[in-house]
């Protein structure tokens, strides 16, 4: 067995992990307050991304920067800029295709949804061309600590160790995004506004009669949701210096098995997950199985609704006809 | 209602909230002699309708804006073509329409029929199965897969399902793509057998009017069978599963078994188109089924009348002459404008070269959303569907009629 | 007065329902005589449409089990023998069939037949973790894929159990016969494929049972209104409606979720009256939840009382009226 593959694969994990998590998050959340799956999310992630893209393009930017205070400025304007414009857009999209149809039979917005999905597509295809874009990457993917592993040999199993880069891009995506899902779980739990999207969540008629004006909060939720979404973006675009038109629609349907899988309408539920489906699939393909790691998620999709709907950290909540 | 929304453009009286109110309420329904008659003998109407439709169409060309398009041959081809879709649109919209269940796989029951032909009659795969009773085997095929995807799944909500389905439409044409040694993956099974009638031979490639026949004679008895299930007690429990399924359940019906039943007969149409494309064009290959072609077939269900089965049958035809020739037309049209390129910042305009082809997508999305929240019941709606979806917007907008003089 | 000899319809042994911490019906004894109209009256919130929801098959009990017409019907989850084979079962099938197509000389290389014995894997760990480690989970799912015999709402039906509900829940979309119809869709016999086909056999019975569910809308006074949307009914016709759709699943026994709420006292007097036909034309014993103590008083033959799940009294309504735990608990409106 080689520990340093292992820990490297973990350390690939982990940053997939994070995206997912951060993606997963803003499912998770819209989920739980309007009972509906947003399909444009991982298209918001998507949009983030290219976002990024031209933000690098409109500033100059061509590669790496080694100024350490002015890399710290630029990623501070890269995340400000694109989680303000992915938070308004997905609060765009609330206000006019799905709040109308609040009322609506639940196949009404499910397909408004994906009439979303297509449409945030189908413009940046328009804008940009379905073609592989390169972004620089502001963090020298290459620099980061290397290391090695203590090898050992226990009675005949031996423990080799290649040689583990933890790069600079994955520690800090890692560090940033559980800082924001930290961030995310104090603001949700401990302030007012918190309070009022958990309690939309729970009752929504009960909430807008205790005073909880339903409108903002549900603007709020997806406010953060896609905000969440435009940081993977980045971080995608960090971590990996391309991207594409479509790279939205796997990433959401992974993220979202994550949601589930986790618990859906639950947030730790969904960070949780998101680490655990990149698990699944940097090991997946390790083993040499990458072309079916859909497939393998999709599997564990079907499996986690079949045994356990509620997911691992969900509520099974009691049902009053 | 908010200010700011009352400032922009639903001031009443102005043009723009009074066509919106009229697109909602639709047209007043047909009640002449005549209709009601073929209201009451619908096997028969289907097959009065269609005979009047596949007669008509291979002359549309000689009208005057559509002579230039093509030969007639081409259209009759494109018609046999739509006659695809049409039979996609009309088995989801069982799924969809009748059931309710929002289906976002539905072109993997597609593929398995179209990749059963291939088994059953391909050099590849060392057999000949004539084509007819090999539709009837594809849509078996096809409707066992529903079976099996839905039978764990169905007893999900809603929105699951959704989400499962969307799964399951992306899992099998992978599937179809790294199995090499069943599907000759990425470049799938080709020379395929041509179908075949005991007097006239092979169909061959040349001459599209069997194809146009065949697909015809298909359309119309899967619309006659599906007709005969909506007036049934199969129909009633539908609709009554897709109204309050707890109530239903309540009164005796086995909503899983009903699901099911929806999921197997949408699946089955799906997989008879399958088995008609594939011997059509003697090829298939696992990318022509993507996720696009579900969409596609949604989105011509939900324009076309969610639940009435001419309605989709017509909004498929609608949209597949749209996609096909309607934008090359249009990129014609505007090309010939003359219009200059518009620069805006790094993004150019240039009309001259504009392919609307690329953007259809970015029109059925608009179009989905679009009658999602303007006309939800479609183009063509049925009674039912258009009283369901508007009650609630009926009276909220009677009132605002009543508040604002 | 009800046959105290016959065995009753109904009865509960024990009925208990926790929906997490709350105990919405406790330990409930309870029978409905044939032929007779029982009452179950309490405060809200005391368990009486939990109790409904039970015997209707939406719940199952905590504790406890339910008996219909002698048969044992409902009944908490239990484990069985059968269990260990469930334990496995779904995952070592997948397993075993992948294993076979993977080495029967189709090539055990290939990624396909690899990928599903490593889904197999996934399958029979998952399967082991919940029947293992969380039993509850795989209570759940073996309740839910209908593999523990526990009486679903259409069972119910089946055995002859028809209700209707305390917000009205009619299909609204539907007309009026239809929702009828629908009531009758148990009890008919063609198949989908007969429906395709048309054979002679269906038609006949499409036609009879439209007769029919004429004749239930006779039966409750909504002759002519067939034809009628569900919801652009009246809210009394509405009412009756449900009663007519419920009747149409030919049950032995009605549960009325409170008929009469809402409704005026000559709308309240014609359905009383309606129970009555119901009791002595159809012969059918009616299980009623019921606020409005002139309907409780005027038409039971026997009223059980529940407050806070728990049976406090039961009897005939003189017994019940001097009932000192009644008086208590509960006498509101109505007269005495």
């Given at each position: 067995m080689d520990a340093g593959i292992l820990i490297q694969q973990g350390l690939n994990g982990l940053t997939i992990g994070a995206m997912y998590a951060l993606i997963a998050l803003g499912y998770t959340m819209v989920y739980g307050i309007i009972e509906l799956i947003n399909f444009a999310h991982g298209d918001v992630f998507m949009v983030g991304s290219f976002v990024t893209l031209w933000l690098l393009a409109t500033l100059g930017v061509q590669g790496a920067i080694n100024n350490p205070i002015l890399l710290v400025l630029l990623l501070i304007v890269m995340f400000a800029f694109s989680m303000t414009v992915m938070g308004l857009v997905g609060v765009l999209i609330e206000r006019f295709a799905y709040r109308p149809l609040r009322r609506a039979p639940r196949l009404a917005p499910l397909i408004t949804a994906i009439g979303v999905s297509f449409i945030l597509q189908n413009v940046i295809q328009a804008l940009y061309s379905t073609a592989d874009f390169n972004i620089p990457q502001v963090i020298d993917p290459q620099a980061g600590v290397s290391f090695t592993m203590p090898t050992f040999n226990v009675g005949g199993f031996a423990v080799t160790s290649s040689e583990v880069t933890a790069s600079y891009v994955h520690v800090f995506i890692i560090a940033l995004a559980i800082a924001m899902i930290i961030t995310l779980q104090l603001f949700v739990h401990r302030t007012r506004l918190g309070r009022a999207m958990r309690s939309?969540?729970?009752?929504?008629?009960?909430?807008?009669?205790?005073?909880?004006?339903?409108?903002?909060?549900?603007?709020?939720?997806?406010?953060?949701?896609?905000?969440?979404?435009?940081?993977?973006?980045?971080?995608?675009?960090?971590?990996?210096?391309?991207?594409?038109?479509?790279?939205?629609?796997?990433?959401?349907?992974?993220?979202?098995?994550?949601?589930?899988?986790?618990?859906?309408?639950?947030?730790?539920?969904?960070?949780?997950?998101?680490?655990?489906?990149?698990?699944?699939?940097?090991?997946?393909?390790?083993?040499?199985?990458?072309?079916?790691?859909?497939?393998?998620?999709?599997?564990?999709?079907?499996?986690?609704?079949?045994?356990?709907?509620?997911?691992?950290?969900?509520?099974?909540?009691?049902?009053?006809? | 209602m908010s200010p700011l929304r009352s400032l922009l453009f639903w001031r009443s009286g102005s043009p723009f909230r009074v066509a919106v109110a009229r697109l909602r309420a639709g047209s007043q329904p047909v009640t002449t002699p005549t209709a009601r008659f073929f209201g009451r003998h619908q096997s028969?109407?289907?097959?009065?309708?269609?005979?009047?439709?596949?007669?008509?169409?291979?002359?549309?060309?000689?009208?005057?804006?559509?002579?230039?398009?093509?030969?007639?041959?081409?259209?009759?081809?494109?018609y046999a073509q739509a006659g695809v879709w049409v039979l996609l649109a009309i088995g989801l919209n069982v799924v969809v329409g009748l059931a309710g269940l929002l289906d976002l796989g539905y072109a993997a029951f597609f593929a398995i029929g179209a990749y059963t032909y291939a088994y059953g009659a391909s050099p590849f795969s060392h057999n000949h199965i004539p084509f007819w009773p090999m539709l009837l085997i594809g849509a078996a095929v096809a409707a066992t897969f529903g079976l099996l995807l839905g039978a764990p799944t169905l007893r999900l909500r809603g929105d699951y399902l959704a989400i499962v389905t969307l799964g399951f439409g992306e899992i099998v044409p992978v599937?179809?793509?790294?199995?090499?040694?069943?599907?000759?993956?990425?470049?799938?099974?080709?020379?395929?057998?041509?179908?075949?009638?005991?007097?006239?031979?092979?169909?061959?490639?040349?001459?599209?009017?069997?194809?146009?026949?065949?697909?015809?004679?298909?359309?119309?008895?899967?619309?006659?069978?599906?007709?005969?299930?909506?007036?049934?007690?199969?129909?009633?429990?539908?609709?009554?599963?897709?109204?309050?399924?707890?109530?239903?359940a309540s009164m005796g019906i086995n909503t899983v078994t009903t699901k099911l039943l929806a999921f197997a007969i949408g699946a089955s149409t799906s997989g008879l188109a399958g088995v008609y494309l594939s011997s059509k064009l003697a090829i298939v290959s696992p990318t022509q089924f993507g996720f696009t072609v579900s969409f596609t077939v949604l989105a011509m269900v939900v324009l076309g009348g969610m639940g009435n089965i001419w309605g989709v049958a017509a909004g498929a035809f609608i949209i597949y002459e749209i996609q096909s020739q309607g934008l090359k037309q249009l990129n014609q049209f505007v090309g010939g404008l003359g219009i200059p390129p518009i620069h805006l910042g790094p993004i150019n305009f240039d009309l001259t070269a504009i392919n609307f082809l690329d953007y259809q997508y970015l029109l059925y999305g608009l179009a989905l959303v679009g009658m999602m929240l303007l006309r939800p019941e479609g183009l063509f709606p049925s009674r039912r569907r258009r009283a369901e979806l508007h009650d609630i917007e009926d009276a909220v907008d009677a009132n605002q009629e009543l508040v604002q003089p | 007065m009800s046959d105290q000899t016959a065995p009753p319809v109904l009865r509960t042994v024990g009925l208990t329902k926790e929906f997490g911490g709350l105990v919405a019906v406790r330990s409930v004894d309870f029978d409905v005589p044939p032929g007779s109209i029982t009452s179950l009256i309490g405060p809200n919130g005391a368990g009486k449409t939990t109790l409904f929801n039970v015997v209707a098959g939406l719940y199952e009990p905590t504790s406890g089990h339910v008996e219909f017409l002698g048969r044992r019907m409902i009944a908490a989850p239990e484990r069985t023998w059968l269990e260990p084979v469930f334990w496995v079962l779904p995952a070592l099938l997948?397993?075993?069939?992948?294993?076979?197509?993977?080495?029967?000389?189709?090539?055990?290389?290939?990624?396909?037949?690899?990928?599903?014995?490593?889904?197999?894997?996934?399958?029979?760990?998952?399967?082991?973790?919940?029947?293992?480690?969380?039993?509850?989970?795989?209570?759940?799912?073996?309740?839910?894929?209908?593999?523990?015999?526990?009486?679903?709402?259409?069972?119910?039906?089946?055995?002859?159990?028809?209700?209707?509900?305390?917000?009205?829940?009619?299909?609204?979309?539907?007309?009026?016969?239809?929702?009828?119809?629908?009531?009758?869709?148990?009890?008919?016999?063609?198949?989908?494929?007969?429906?395709?086909?048309?054979?002679?056999?269906?038609?006949?019975?499409?036609?009879?049972?439209?007769g029919e569910a004429r004749r239930l809308l006779g039966f409750v006074g909504l002759p002519t209104r067939e034809g009628e949307l569900a919801r652009n009914l009246p809210y009394g016709d509405q009412r009756r409606l449900e009663i007519a759709r419920a009747l149409a699943t030919r049950p032995k026994l009605l549960l009325l979720d409170e008929p009469t709420a809402g409704m005026n006292p000559?709308?309240?007097?014609?359905?009383?009256?309606?129970f009555g036909r119901i009791k002595t034309e159809l012969g059918l014993p009616i299980l009623l939840i019921e606020h409005d103590m002139r309907v409780v008083m005027g038409v039971s033959d026997t009223i059980t009382v529940l407050d806070h799940g728990e049976k406090i009294a039961e009897g005939t309504p003189a017994e019940v009226r001097a009932n000192s735990r009644v008086i208590e608990a509960y006498l509101g409106k109505g007269a005495a």
């Open positions: 939309t969540a729970i009752d929504r008629d009960a909430a807008q009669l205790m005073g909880v004006d339903i409108n903002t909060t549900i603007a709020l939720t997806f406010f953060i949701g896609s905000a969440l979404a435009g940081a993977a973006g980045v971080g995608w675009a960090l971590n990996y210096g391309h991207t594409k038109f479509d790279i939205g629609f796997q990433a959401g349907l992974k993220s979202f098995t994550a949601a589930v899988l986790g618990g859906i309408g639950n947030t730790t539920g969904a960070a949780l997950g998101g680490f655990l489906i990149a698990f699944v699939e940097v090991f997946s393909s390790q083993l040499g199985y990458s072309r079916w790691s859909e497939a393998i998620v999709f599997a564990i999709l079907i499996m986690v609704l079949v045994f356990k709907p509620t997911g691992i950290l969900g509520q099974q909540l009691a049902e009053r006809a | 028969l109407s289907v097959i009065v309708g269609m005979s009047i439709v596949t007669a008509i169409l291979p002359f549309v060309i000689l009208l005057p804006p559509f002579t230039g398009f093509g030969t007639q041959g081409d259209f009759i081809d494109g599937v179809f793509n790294n199995s090499d040694q069943y599907t000759n993956g990425t470049n799938g099974i080709t020379a395929l057998y041509q179908p075949s009638l005991p007097i006239y031979g092979s169909f061959g490639f040349g001459n599209p009017m069997p194809y146009y026949l065949s697909v015809a004679a298909i359309i119309a008895v899967a619309m006659i069978l599906l007709y005969r299930l909506q007036d049934s007690r199969l129909g009633r429990a539908w609709m009554a599963v897709r109204e309050d399924e707890l109530a239903a | 997948v397993w075993a069939l992948t294993y076979l197509a993977a080495s029967a000389g189709v090539g055990a290389g290939t990624e396909l037949a690899q990928v599903m014995i490593l889904v197999g894997l996934m399958l029979l760990i998952a399967t082991l973790i919940t029947a293992v480690i969380r039993p509850s989970w795989y209570d759940r799912f073996l309740v839910r894929m209908g593999i523990f015999k526990c009486a679903r709402p259409n069972d119910m039906v089946a055995a002859g159990i028809g209700r209707t509900f305390q917000n009205i829940r009619l299909f609204a979309n539907m007309t009026a016969i239809e929702n009828v119809l629908v009531g009758m869709h148990g009890r008919l016999k063609a198949s989908p494929l007969d429906a395709v086909l048309r054979t002679p056999g269906q038609v006949r019975e499409e036609a009879a049972s439209v000559s709308e309240t007097a014609a359905m009383m009256a309606l």
